[in-house]
C-alpha cells in the first residue's frame, strides 16, 4: 500500500514538474499582437536550434491588410525584399535562468533589428525590443507547444 502512494506521489511530481516546464518554455508557437494597434499580426514559431539557440520565423501571417505574403521592403540586411512569411525574425537567442537574451529581433514593418529579451509571464510570453536604453514590450499568446 505504501509503494503505490510513493508510486502516485513521484508520478504527480513528475506530470506536475514538466507542466511547469511546458508553461515557461518559449517553445512553441505564439500569437503576435501589435502593442501599438492591438491587431493580431502574426504567429511566430520559436524553437531551439541544433547549436543551442532560439529562433522565431513567422508560419502565419493573420493581418493580410498589406497584401497575402507581404515583402520586407525596408529591410537591409539579407531578408530585403524576401517575404515575410516563413522569414526568420528572431535570432540567437540564449536561455539564461526564466529569460533568453543576447540575441535580436527584426520589425518588419520598420525594416529595424533590436536588441531583444524574451520571458515567460503567467502563460504569456512578453517580448522585449531595445534600442539604446529605450524599449518596447509585447505580449504574444501560446498557441500549441
Known sequence: M??????????????????LVAQTTVVGEWKTIDD???????????????????YGKVVKLLDTSSGENPLCTKCTDDRKNKPILEMILIKDMVQSGNEWKSGKILDPEKGQEYSCRLWVENGKLKVRGYWGIFYRTQTWYRVSE
Open 2 to 19: 505504501m509503494t503505490k502512494k510513493l508510486s502516485f506521489s513521484l508520478f504527480f511530481a513528475l506530470v506536475w514538474s514538466l507542466s
Open 36 to 54: 501599438e494597434t492591438g491587431k493580431e499580426k502574426s504567429v511566430i514559431r520559436i524553437f531551439k536550434a541544433t547549436n543551442g539557440k532560439y
